[in-house]
């Protein structure tokens, strides 16, 4: 996907309305009128989310005589999800790799700590003097 298309539909999955627009969409097609019914905000400002998602190429619209359904178009969001799968991979190794580094600590301090009477380190050493049986 070229950088300007997934910019265009990372800015237009930004925004709360817009994403839930989609969802609405993800169950099948639906009308501007029926897009706008869970919002508090005019219909210009929905037909301006729309727009954005239109331009980002999210959905289409239709025309079926005077209704204009609204449509989902799924190849752009597949897009930036294999984006985003790129990086998915990379955290993942590196949690593996964390995870083994963490667990080789971990073994080596069990080690330590269950080594044999005569293999035990000393004691580290305090600071304060012995206690005295000064009484």
């Known amino acids: 996907m070229p950088a300007d ?3 265009a539909t990372f800015a237009a999955l930004a925004d709360p309305t817009r994403r839930a627009i989609l969802g609405r969409l ?6 501007v009128t029926e897009l706008a019914s869970p919002f508090k905000m005019t219909m210009p400002a929905i ?3 729309l727009k954005v998602l239109e331009k980002a190429g ?3 619209r239709g025309r079926d005589a005077q209704w204009r ?20 991979q990379f ?3 590196s949690f593996d790799r964390l995870d ?9 301090e069990a080690d330590a700590t269950t080594a044999p009477a005569g293999e035990t380190a000393a004691a580290p050493p305090t600071d304060s003097p ?3 049986d000064a009484c």
């Not at 993800?26 to 009308?31: D, I, T, Y």
Request: hydrophobic share 30%; proline share 6%.
């Open 130 to 132: 012995e206690p005295t």
């Open 100 to 108: 083994a580094y963490l667990q080789e600590i971990q073994r080596k």
């Open 26 to 31: 993800a169950k099948g097609q639906s009308s």
């Open 5 to 7: 298309k997934l910019t």
């Open 58 to 60: 999210l959905i289409e």
């Open 69 to 88: 359904p609204c449509r989902l178009k799924a190849k752009p969001l597949e897009e930036a999800a294999s984006w985003i799968d790129q990086y998915r």
């Open 91 to 93: 955290w993942e190794e």
């Open 47 to 49: 037909s301006k989310h």
